[in-house]
């Protein structure tokens, strides 16, 4: 324990990040965008560039050794991706583009196999356009009914009102772990247990949670769990959705071309086994292979370690930002993740934002890609500090400092 | 005054400017002092994509010249309204299409020119020089 909290000085984990030692706008980078996308430790650059440079080869294809050594490490870094989230089988871990690709494919799948007229899907007021839009179009085409679970005022989930929303029709329920805008940790396991007993399957969009917690698909009993890899210190353009094996069996294909058949006529194609049935087409597999690597990094710096520090910076963030008294936080539920949205009062986002990225400072602003969740604060967008284990309280203090420039500059 | 020359008077008094404080002090100051919008004309129709603050850009036409007005609710964007009403407001459809945008670069405002969905200056010049070929149109079909 005592090696792993050595381990755990930010100021040597920065190392290992190379992008972070630079000055944006003659200052040094303070990079709190997390949630848009978290940067990467060298050893995943190199495990990219290891691929391309010494074993790139189409995976699953030829008898060449190199494209056995592809196959075997793409192979293997699904199993590591498997064990990061503890589901039990490997074939249950589908390699997708990212989040918003998995819940894309269990819509257009499952969804059309499943979803009649008159049918409802649940998601929350949190959820991120890519957990509404997919279900919006499916419930357009289907003539099923979208409906929405109210948050309370401090941005935890209105328990009751979900309670009071399950009803005989509900199909399924698609829902965050983590909000990308308000940092709320949604309690999975109770709502999972109560849409099972009503029989709705239930989605997590879990792209803002594996980065800060710890992710058990068999304790939480989710069906479907959707991630993106570089949400987690991986590379972009990779990422998953585990499923239930015995629904993904059940599933239709999500897109049809190579890697998915297992015999291909003009009359009559037959399909592959999982996970391959839903990958059609040439994997990302150095991405694969370098986002096992981001994962098994973060083993070794202990997610149980990463989650304390996390815990640490949030509490210190928010300590200094109230002692502002202009400054208001949007969502405060409690034990949320080290995500913070909030307002100057008196003064636009876009225009602290621009200030502070003067100042080398990375935020984001805006409505973060949660239009009604804005709507529902009955505000246009937020400023939102959203931080990483290699973030500090230093790098804390300098966006206080920069808050103060941006007060004295339109105040 | 020509397009031409109110530009390079911009360019100019940016140049003036030592470092980004100054500069973002100075578009500051232009935004709050930009005139505001006829509240009339602060709708929906008038709002232009692609921003993540508001803008409202009202064009008039007298038969002659094109006059923006413009408002938003972030004072850095109404600064960078301002200098561009400056520019191209007063002058014949003509003119405002065939005036270049390299000012904008030359002040070092290149950051907002890039095409992110964060800003909306690229969308404002497109939208200023959309009513400008509209009114030129119409113009060519009133001759």
Redesign the interface.
């Known amino acids: 324990m005592e090696k792993q909290l050595q381990l755990f000085d930010p100021m040597i984990i920065r190392k290992d990040f190379p992008v972070l030692s630079q000055k944006v706008n003659n200052q040094p980078l303070v990079y709190f965008d997390n949630a848009a996308t978290t940067q990467k430790p060298q050893i995943v650059v190199d495990a990219l560039t290891n691929y391309y440079q010494n074993y790139n080869a189409n995976v699953h294809r030829g008898v060449h050794h190199l494209s056995q050594v592809a196959t075997a490490a793409f192979e293997e870094s699904r199993d590591t991706i498997r064990r990061y989230i503890n589901a039990a089988y490997t074939h249950e871990i589908i390699l997708t583009r990212g989040s918003t690709e998995s819940i894309n494919l269990v819509a257009s799948t499952w969804g059309r196999q499943n979803v009649k007229e008159g049918d409802e899907i649940l998601i929350t007021e949190l959820e991120h356009h890519s957990n509404i839009v997919p279900w919006q179009m499916l419930c357009e085409e289907k003539k099923a009914r979208l409906r929405v679970i109210p948050i309370n005022d401090d941005g935890s989930l209105n328990i009751d009102a979900f309670h009071n929303l399950l009803n005989s029709k509900t199909k399924l329920l698609a829902i965050t772990h983590v909000s990308n805008s308000l940092g709320t940790v949604i309690p999975l396991k109770e709502i999972i247990s109560a849409a099972h007993s009503n029989n709705t399957l239930v989605l997590v969009d879990g792209a803002q949670a594996l980065s800060h917690l710890k992710v058990d698909v068999i304790d939480l009993d989710c069906d479907f769990y959707a991630f993106s890899a570089h949400k987690v210190y991986g590379p972009m353009g990779i990422g998953g959705l585990y499923g239930k094996e015995k629904l993904l069996n059940e599933m239709p294909p999500y897109q049809g071309g190579g890697e998915m058949i297992s015999t291909v006529s003009f009359e009559k194609t037959v399909y592959n086994e999982l996970p391959f049935k839903f990958e059609a087409g040439t994997p990302n597999a150095g991405g694969t292979i370098a986002f096992a690597s981001a994962l098994n990094y973060l083993k070794g710096l202990g997610i149980d370690a990463i989650e304390a520090y996390e815990k640490e910076l949030l509490d210190y963030a928010t300590q200094r930002l109230l002692e502002k008294s202009n400054i208001r936080i949007v969502g405060t539920a409690p034990g949320k993740a080290a995500i913070i949205s909030f307002l100057i009062d008196k003064i636009h986002p876009y225009d602290a934002g621009t200030i502070l990225d003067q100042m080398g400072i990375a935020v984001r602003t805006g409505n973060h890609c949660t239009q009604p969740l804005m709507q529902r604060f009955g505000i246009q967008g937020t400023i939102r500090a959203s931080l990483a284990f290699y973030n500090t309280k230093s790098e804390i203090d300098s966006l206080i400092n920069g808050i103060s420039k941006v007060e004295e500059l339109f105040l | 005054m020509k397009i031409e020359e109110t530009s390079d008077t911009i360019i100019n008094e940016f140049d003036s400017f030592d470092d ?2 100054d500069k ?2 100075y578009l ?1 100051e232009l935004g709050k002092s930009l005139p505001m919008i006829d509240e009339r004309y602060k709708v929906e129709s008038n709002l232009i994509s692609g921003c ?3 803008v409202w850009l009202h064009a008039e036409f007298d038969g002659k010249l094109v006059y923006f007005t413009a408002d938003s ?5 109404k600064g960078i309204a301002n200098l561009l009403i400056r520019v191209y407001s007063g002058h014949s459809p003509q003119e405002i299409l065939a005036a270049s945008t390299e000012f904008i670069k030359e002040i070092g405002l290149t ?1 907002h020119l890039s095409p992110t969905r ?2 909306g200056l690229l969308s404002m010049i497109k939208q200023i020089k959309m009513y400008a070929l509209a009114y030129k149109t119409m113009q060519a079909i009133d001759n």
Do not use: C, G, H, P
Request: overall charge negative.
């Open positions: 980004w404080m973002y002090n500051i993540q603050s508001r609710d972030a004072v850095i964007t950051e964060s800003n």
